[in-house]
């Protein structure tokens, strides 16, 4: 992933707080990136059916858009006034998800900044229908913001080098690759991989039961080794590697509390049936359980 061009998905409805603009200010004054400012707009009562003179709604609409793209030259002009090359554009249409993956098939971005939460309460509600959306099939890499405090200074990247969750190798060193291009913009990142042993409460045969400890030495020292080939090739230092056990779910987003995780990385893989209507029930808790800003990328 190189990071030269930027695109941020503003929202519309606020005026007030643009988290995902903070962030890609910030990499781009970092990195020397340009970046896109991108309003996605639908007002259904500018359709068909609700003006009878066409010519008035076609004003209307006109106008809004206007509107729209003058406050993006707004938002835009603190950003030239860096040094950081800014261009804005502005598309009416809906769903909103179906526009910004439109625009990202023509402009091919190297990243993608979007607010991630809506105003639910409820923890399922942090992410929106949209942002789920993007996260299946934005082909280019996805940065979720939170509102909040933002450091900017350390993310972690979940591996998987034994591809228990089907996903392809050559995921795990996109991740890798997108980790060390984000260190340049001043970023210092962890690995981690999580792997859950079988409880003794679920093992039923009676030499099992007696070879227990056996078997939990031998699963973390398989993991460690493949773990440890995954960065034979990279500059990762050991103690840059963090090897979790327990349930992914639960471990990476206490390990991003403890050491203060201001950017998790995670790969992604679309599902078609029902049960994994997304992007997988694991990936899906891990991210929706992390209070940190998400990196999602989706293997090529």
């Not at 009676?206 to 030495?217: F, H, I």
């Not at 993991?223 to 440890?228: P, R, T, V, Y």
């Not at 995780?261 to 359980?289: C, F, H, K, P, Y």
Request: a negative charge.
């Amino acid at each position: 992933m190189q990071l030269k061009n930027l695109l941020v998905v503003i929202d519309p409805t606020s005026k007030d707080k643009q988290p995902s603009l903070d962030r890609a200010t910030l990499v781009a004054s970092r990195t020397g990136a340009a970046v896109e400012l991108l309003i996605c707009d639908h007002n259904s009562a500018l359709e068909d059916g609700y003006f009878t003179d066409r010519a008035a709604q076609q004003r209307a609409r006109t106008a809004l858009l206007a509107e729209r793209m003058d406050w993006l030259e707004e938002l835009a002009q603190p950003l030239r006034d860096k040094g950081i090359e800014t261009r804005c554009k502005v598309r009416w249409g809906k769903p909103l998800y179906n526009e910004i993956i439109a625009h990202v098939k023509e402009t091919s971005p190297d990243l993608v900044f979007r607010n991630a939460t809506t105003h639910g309460t409820l923890q399922r509600l942090l992410f929106s229908n949209t942002s789920w959306q993007l996260i299946r099939h934005c082909p280019a890499p996805l940065w979720l913001v939170r509102e909040g405090e933002w450091r900017g200074q350390t993310a972690a990247t979940a591996v998987d080098p034994m591809h228990s969750a089907d996903k392809p190798a050559s995921l795990d060193h996109r991740l890798i690759a997108a980790s060390l291009e984000l260190e340049k913009s001043g970023m210092h990142t962890q690995y981690v991989h999580s792997y859950n042993p079988l409880p003794k409460t679920l093992v039923l045969e009676a030499e099992l039961v007696l070879a227990y400890d056996d078997y939990l030495a031998e699963a973390e020292q398989r993991h460690k080794d493949a773990f440890s080939e995954l960065f034979a090739q990279y500059p990762v230092k050991p103690e840059q590697q963090h090897l979790l056990k327990g349930v992914p779910e639960e471990s990476i987003p206490r390990f991003v509390q403890e050491n203060a995780v201001d950017l998790l990385i995670m790969g992604a893989i679309s599902r078609g049936n029902l049960e994994n209507a997304l992007i997988g029930n694991t990936a899906e808790r891990v991210l929706e359980n992390s209070d940190c800003d998400l990196l999602v990328i989706k293997p090529v």
